[in-house]
Structures are given as structure tokens and as C-alpha cells.
């Protein structure tokens, strides 16, 4: 154990919420439910955690497809029937053909590790439920080889979700939840700042501004997230774009350079060029 | 000791269980949040709070509860340090100024009173009123004292901050109770789906063969089983125009997320109420339209319908032949309603107006009546039950109906 606290990293700007969110789930071994908005960074905290708690992380990335099973074991019992035809001495043994899940790594690390259930409402809406149990006691029977598994130290587990589906209470009661608010412009800038050490301050300050105001713009069908405008200032230092640039003389009236990194959707476009066009021609 | 605050919450709305109470106390145990408000506020509404849209009246009932135990917070850390006060003195008042206060009780008397002046600020600012001046009536405001420039030394700023952000109800659009934006829209409408594995077997069931012939000792054995698909069919009637155009915004939203949602959805435009004619496209309204009786007959009962509309209207509109503001129609529009309700048993009406004036309006209620008092109002919350109740109504309804 060498440190127990979360306090961020230098790649992670955690705000002081998210901070006790993540000691209260570390301290009380409870599960923590991390939402937000797209790209404000949740997936990402699992390996944030990981890293500056120095513990070994697993993931497990949910598809539509994916059942509780998966996580805890699969048998395979294809290889089993082949390996029947051909006569292999350890068709016998039905350990060979167990196949470990995440969950089952993530139990028998021998330190106590990270565990990232990612977006879990992709899943089934019964897939929660079904982990009820494993989350709670931190075990599970293997009914193949009649054997328990149970934790050796109960994992830090973090769980996203997007808010497709809506979760079950029984699983909701289990853990802790937070919600990943959209960063306010002096947050924003400590997270620029920490992805981009040396940006000069006139292009932040303007970035910035153009940014908040792409997000005002009403209608849009995807706002540009936190991810979106550290892709769109990379841009910006790449191509040497001087601040002067992003500064029209009236920031509605100026489509801001490279604007296809902050809008990923072709109506958004339309609807921003529209509207900087009707007020380039209103301003006439 | 926080079990009125688990009682008022419940009250609040917020739907909190024994459990997560019992995890918040075991976190306070573990001394996670000691002597600061704000730690404990965080602390609290991670361990209570399940969902965003609770946020919301989980700050409100949060506000209220403490706001008298600041102080208590306040003793715990520690007395304002005096020389934020002698900071104060110097940038707010004149030597003479300060004479005066000294001859008001001295420096304690006047931060007890500083004190109270800001409670009270933050009590009429949580009012929603804008921070005023409080000029005349103490001794800070004839010295022209701004309450807004001041900051009261490191706990007390803290503690300022702290109660702002639960005063500041930033998750407001996220309370359910809220009207509807596209989000929480498709959230509702999701409530619909039902996966049902209805037709023909026709796809390979590859997990059954496998287990069924690992158990067949290894001879191969088939097994198909039935696409899985989305069962639920919607007919959804939009009123267009007139009383309804502040809400069309609302209803394409709901069209816009319904459309994504299901197999089978179609879609219909009324003006106030349905008559005979129905249309498809609103620009071709009178070109193209549909007879209500070919939608009875095309569509089968198991569609669900859902009414968007907020059926204000003249009573005429209803009950009359010939009341329709735009045709002259044979048939009055409850006698339509009649038909519909009768051929379509799971049937819902979403009404953007809020639920506490429908009472006003005449034709609300005689709309209600017509379809068994199956509106809702279209909130998240009302969407919710709209959805139940559609779920509610099996298919075996139908046929006793007939």
C-alpha cells in the first residue's frame, strides 16, 4: 500500500466531489457508479485510480452481447468436444476447458486491484441484476468444478454508464454514484493546462471562449465535451494557429478555424454555419 | 442523528432505503468527511443519491435541513480569526465608522451581527430575490457595506462556497418532474421496449446446438430459434397548430426520440381533436389525407396509440357535430374518440400542460372521460406512467372488450 487517497493525477483533474467519491468507494469497498456527460473522462478515472493507487487494473468492456456469465467464467465446450474426437488425455478434466473472466482475474490478483466495468447499460437490462451477488459478496460458485471463488481483497470496482438504460434500484442501492458534471471554465482550464503544459495564454483564453460559446449555441444535437477540446487545441498548436485567429471581432460571427474536431455531426455543421451566416448578414 | 434528515428526505422525494443510510453513517465513521460542511454534503449525496435527476430535490431537502446546523460546523472548526475582522474593519470602514462600532458592542458584538446580516442575505437570495442592499436598516448598510464584495476569512469562505453549491441547484433540468427535453424522452420511451421473440424459428440457435449436442455425446444436433426483435408497435396521433403550437417544439422531440425506438411506428396529425380525417404530412394537410375509419381497419388492435395534444379547446369541438374550428364535420369528435378508445385498448393521451390545470378546462375533463382517464401529463414522471399503463393493458383485454 503506498498511497490511499485520490487526489488526481498529473494527467487527471479530479474536483474535490469526485475525490470523495472515489475515497468513500476506496474506504467503504463499495462499488462506485460513475455518469456524465460523453467524454468528461469516466472511463478514464479507472485507470487514473489505478495508477496513482499503484494497483493492477481490469477491464471489461460491455457490449450489447455481453452476459453476467462472461465476467466470471465461460466453458468451452466446442475445444471440449473436439478435443473428445481426437483422444487428448485432458478432455477429461473439465478445468482445462473453464475459461476465466474478468471478474475471476480480477478476484485472484494478489494485490488489490482496479476493477472497470465499462458502460454497463449496454448490456441486457438484466445484466445488473445478475451481478448482484458477485458485487456483494465478492463470489461466486463454479458449477462445472463445484468450487467457490471468492475474492482474495474485494476490488475497487468502477462502473460507467452512459444512461441508455435505466439500472435496476437493487443494483443502485449497492453502490456509491456520482455524477460527472460538465467542467466550469476554471476547471476546464486546470485540465487544458495539465494536457498542455506550455499552450501559450492568449490561445487558451481564446480557445476557450470559443469553445463555451460552441457549446451555447442552442440546438445542437452533440455539445463538444471535454475530450472534443483538448482533440481541437492539439490541432490548433499543430497547425500554428495564432490567437488572433479564433478573435473575429464578434465570436458569433466567425466560424472558429478547424471547427470539425468540436462538431462530430454533419447537422451540427449545418445548423452552425447557418447560424453564423444569419448573423453575419443580420449584423450588416 | 441524521434520521429526520433520512425522514425529510423521503418526504423530499428523494427515494432513499435503509441501506444507503446505514453506508453514509459508516462512512461518516470511517471519518471520510470530518469538519467540513461541504465533504459531508458530497459524502451524503454519493451515498443517498442513485440517480442525477434526484439531485436536484436532494439540494433543496439538503438547504433546508442544515440550514441552521452551519453553525454547528462553525464551532467545530474554529471562531472566525480575528484579524479578518481587523482586515474587514480597515477596508470597509473609516476611523470615525469604527469608533461607532466600537461603541456598538465591539468587534464581537458586530461580527454576531455580520453573521446574521449574511444568513439572512442567503435566506432571501435562496427566495430568489437578487442580493440587496440593506441600507438604513443596520449598521453595515448606511456605511454602504456590500454584502456581495465580502469574504469572510478561510472557514467561513469555505463554508459560503459549501452552501452554494447545494444552493445553487445546478441539476435542476435533470429533476423528472421537469417538462421533457429529447434525453429524457428517449429515457421514457425506452420503457416501452419489450424484446419478444415472436415468428418463426429461423436463426441458429449456435449456444443450444453447442450444449445440446456436447450433451448428445457429440452428434450433432440443430437447434433454430425465433429473430429476436422489437414487438412493440406504436401509432402516435400528433395535434398540430392553433392552441398547440408553444408545444410542438416538445411533441417533435417526443416524435423525433419515438421514431428511433421501435419496429413498427406510424404516425398521424389531428388539429385539436380527431374527426374523420387524419394526415400524414402537415404541409400537405388537405391534399393528402387519411379517413379515420381506413386507420381503424389498417392498423390492428395490438398498436399502442398515444395522443399528443393538450386538448384545450372549446367543449363545442367535442361534443358537437359540426364543432370543428376548420371543417364541417358529420360526426362529433367523441363519437371518434368512442371509436378509437373502443378499437385500440391500450391507449394513452400525453398532455404538455401541467397536470394542476387541467382542472380549469373543461375540455381537458371531457377528454379524460373519453378515454378513461388515461392522460398524463408529459413530464419524465407522466411518460412513465403513460408507458405502464400501455405495458399494463394485455392482449387478452382486447378480445373481452370485443
Not at chain 2, 167 to 173: F, G, I, L, S
Request: proline share 5%; aromatic share 10%; with cysteine.
Amino acid at each position: 500500500m503506498t498511497q490511499t487517497r485520490f487526489a488526481g493525477t498529473d494527467r487527471y483533474v479530479a474536483t474535490p466531489d469526485l475525490m470523495m467519491a472515489v475515497n468513500a468507494a476506496v474506504t467503504l469497498a463499495r462499488p462506485l457508479l460513475i455518469k456524465g456527460e460523453p467524454g468528461t473522462g469516466k472511463t478514464q478515472l479507472a485507470e487514473e485510480i489505478a495508477s496513482a493507487l499503484q494497483r493492477p487494473l481490469f477491464e471489461w468492456h460491455i457490449k450489447s452481447t455481453s452476459k453476467a456469465q462472461h465476467g466470471l467464467y465461460e466453458y468451452d465446450a466446442v475445444s471440449r468436444l473436439r478435443d473428445s474426437q481426437l483422444g487428448e488425455a485432458k478432455v477429461h478434466d473439465i478445468r482445462n476447458y473453464i475459461v476465466k473472466g474478468r471478474l475471476w482475474e480480477a478476484f485472484e490478483s494478489e494485490v488489490q486491484p482496479v476493477l472497470l466495468i465499462d458502460e454497463i447499460d449496454k448490456a441486457d437490462i438484466e445484466f445488473p441484476n445478475d451481478l448482484l451477488r458477485e458485487l456483494d459478496r465478492m463470489e461466486f460458485y463454479v458449477h462445472e468444478t463445484r468450487e467457490l471463488i471468492r475474492a482474495r481483497h474485494r476490488p475497487i470496482i468502477l462502473i460507467t454508464s452512459n444512461n441508455e438504460k435505466e439500472l435496476p434500484d437493487a443494483f443502485l442501492r449497492r453502490c456509491f454514484f456520482h455524477y460527472i458534471r460538465f467542467p466550469d471554465a476554471e476547471t476546464m482550464e486546470r485540465i487544458v493546462r495539465v494536457h498542455y503544459p506550455d499552450l501559450k495564454k492568449e490561445l487558451l483564453a481564446e480557445a476557450l471562449t470559443t469553445f463555451f460559446n460552441v457549446r451555447e449555441t442552442p440546438g445542437l444535437k452533440k455539445k463538444p465535451s471535454t475530450s472534443e477540446l483538448l482533440d481541437w487545441i492539439k490541432l490548433l498548436l499543430a497547425e500554428d494557429i495564432p490567437p488572433e485567429a479564433l478573435r473575429g471581432d464578434d465570436p458569433k460571427k466567425t466560424i472558429p478555424v478547424l471547427h470539425g474536431a468540436l462538431l462530430k455531426n454533419e447537422q451540427d455543421v449545418h445548423l452552425f454555419e447557418q447560424l453564423v451566416f444569419l448573423n453575419r448578414r443580420a449584423g450588416r | 442523528m441524521l434520521v429526520r434528515f433520512f425522514t425529510d428526505l423521503r418526504a423530499g422525494g428523494v427515494p432513499v432505503t435503509l441501506p444507503e443510510f446505514l453506508s453514509l453513517l459508516e462512512g461518516l465513521e470511517a471519518r471520510l468527511a470530518a469538519l467540513s460542511p461541504e465533504d459531508f454534503y458530497y459524502l451524503a449525496r454519493l451515498a443517498l443519491v442513485k440517480d442525477e435527476r434526484h439531485f436536484d430535490r436532494f439540494d433543496r431537502v439538503f438547504a433546508e435541513h442544515f440550514a441552521g446546523a452551519e453553525k454547528v460546523f462553525e464551532r467545530i472548526t474554529a471562531e472566525l480569526p480575528p484579524e479578518w475582522l481587523q482586515q474587514l474593519a480597515e477596508r470597509l470602514f473609516s476611523e470615525e465608522e469604527k469608533r461607532q462600532v466600537a461603541s456598538l458592542g465591539g468587534w464581537h458584538q458586530l461580527l454576531e451581527t455580520l453573521r446574521q446580516r449574511l444568513r439572512e442575505q442567503q435566506g432571501r437570495h435562496e427566495g430568489g430575490n437578487k442580493w440587496i442592499g440593506t441600507a438604513g436598516t443596520s449598521p453595515f448598510g448606511n456605511r454602504g457595506f456590500n454584502p456581495e464584495g465580502v469574504r469572510i476569512g478561510p472557514s467561513a469562505a469555505r463554508h459560503g462556497r459549501a452552501v452554494k453549491v447545494w444552493e445553487a441547484r445546478e441539476y435542476r433540468n435533470l429533476d423528472a418532474t421537469r417538462e421533457l427535453g429529447t434525453r429524457n424522452i428517449k429515457m421514457a420511451l425506452r420503457r416501452l421496449r419489450r424484446f419478444a421473440r415472436e415468428g418463426a424459428p429461423e436463426e441458429l440457435d449456435l449456444d443450444g446446438t453447442i450444449s445440446s449436442t456436447a450433451r448428445n455425446a457429440g452428434i450433432l444436433d440443430i437447434r433454430m430459434q425465433a429473430e429476436r426483435r422489437n414487438a412493440v408497435k406504436l401509432l402516435l396521433l400528433l395535434d398540430v397548430g392553433g392552441s398547440m403550437d408553444p408545444h410542438v417544439q416538445v411533441c417533435e422531440e417526443l416524435f423525433s426520440a419515438a421514431r428511433s425506438e421501435f419496429r413498427h411506428l406510424e404516425y398521424f396529425y389531428f388539429h385539436n381533436f380527431p374527426y374523420e380525417k387524419l394526415w400524414k404530412d402537415n404541409r400537405r394537410r388537405f391534399s393528402e389525407i387519411t379517413d379515420t375509419t381506413t386507420l381503424l381497419r389498417t392498423f390492428n388492435a395490438d398498436y399502442r396509440v398515444v395522443f399528443v395534444g393538450d386538448a384545450t379547446m372549446s367543449p363545442y369541438e367535442i361534443e358537437q357535430p359540426g364543432g370543428s374550428v376548420e371543417h364541417w364535420n358529420d360526426e362529433a369528435g367523441s363519437v371518434w374518440m368512442r371509436r378509437i378508445a373502443a378499437h385500440f385498448p391500450r391507449l394513452v393521451w400525453l398532455n404538455p400542460e401541467p397536470e394542476e390545470h387541467w382542472k380549469w378546462t373543461p375540455s381537458i375533463g371531457l377528454t379524460r372521460e373519453l378515454i378513461g382517464d388515461r392522460m398524463f401529463p408529459l413530464t419524465l414522471d407522466g411518460l412513465d406512467r403513460a408507458m405502464s399503463e400501455l405495458k399494463r393493458r394485455g392482449v387478452s383485454k382486447t378480445q373481452e372488450q370485443k
